[in-house]
């Protein structure tokens, strides 16, 4: 990358000098998948850390790697080989019942469909989180918090197919972020939106992050997305191109 030293570079270099965690870690995460008889590699070595509070956009072709990268970073799927650690803890090694409390504690996920269940309302969407684990506060009242945040207050009761789809991956935004999660992976959180409503969730990802200091990992297409990034790491072909 470019020589310039931004505020997640100067926290890496003090944190590594002080041997404090990273946000996230990731340690040559490599991904192959059955395809017929053989196997494909997608991918093929990777290796990133981010730092907490940081703005990383995930960046690179269609067909890269980026939703598997996502998928294995969020715990949701299983390298072939490598390591994740989520504030230090290796959540590649951990039973299923434990990652599924790390999940819900720490991380915040939006999919690149927006996986709003569709027989519940946004309000009910969003409180789903709240009923796993423990949460301070009523999850109705957080849930009209965080819906009102994303300017869907006026929405609350509405089905994913009575809302547009800005206000469907809004839900999915304000969902991700009702357990107060460290870290919030977003897969082309403005990719089904037109330019205004894109505007609209860009605008309120940097305004939280500066609220909460949130950490935000995004894979995107959209350069308006990656120049808000304090960073953004290319993928092609499975691995990453920009020597991080
Ligand atoms: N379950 C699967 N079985 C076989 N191949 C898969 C599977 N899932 C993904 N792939 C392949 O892995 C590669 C990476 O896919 P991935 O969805 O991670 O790409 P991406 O960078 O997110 O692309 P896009 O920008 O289009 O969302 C692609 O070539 C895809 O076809
Ligand atoms: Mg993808």
Redesign the pocket.
């Known amino acids: 990358m470019a020589n310039t030293t931004n505020p997640e570079q100067l926290r890496s270099a003090r944190s590594i000098a002080t041997g404090a965690q990273a946000a996230l870690e990731a340690i040559d995460i490599r991904k192959s ?1 059955p ?1 017929g008889r053989e196997r ?1 590699d ?1 991918l093929k070595g990777i290796s990133l850390r981010i730092e907490h509070g940081a703005f990383v956009a995930i960046v ?10 996502l998928g294995i970073i969020a715990g949701l799927d299983n390298p072939t080989s490598g390591q994740v650690f989520v504030d230090g803890v290796d959540i590649t090694r951990m039973s299923e019942g434990k990652l599924a409390a790390v999940r819900n504690q720490k991380i915040g996920m939006v999919f ?1 469909a927006f996986n709003l269940i569709p027989t519940l309302t946004a309000q009910e969407n969003v409180e789903v989180p709240l009923y796993v684990g423990k949460h301070p506060g009523k999850p109705s009242d957080r849930a009209k918090e965080l819906l009102t945040l994303v300017g869907l207050g006026h929405r609350l009761g509405n089905k994913p197919n009575q809302m547009s789809g800005g206000e469907q991956q809004r839900v999915a935004v304000a969902r991700a972020l009702a357990t107060n999660p460290a870290i919030v992976i977003m ?2 959180p403005t990719g089904n939106l037109d330019k205004k409503n894109g505007d609209n969730v860009l605008q309120m990802i940097r305004d939280l992050r500066q609220a909460t200091g949130t950490t935000f990992v995004i ?1 995107t ?1 959209d350069p308006n997305v990656a120049s808000s990034a304090d960073r953004s790491i290319r ?1 092609v072909d ?1 691995l990453v191109a920009n020597g991080e």
């Open positions: 998948l395809l494909i997608i690179g072709p269609s067909g890269s790697g980026k939703s598997t990268l690149q897969d082309e894979a297409h993928i499975g």
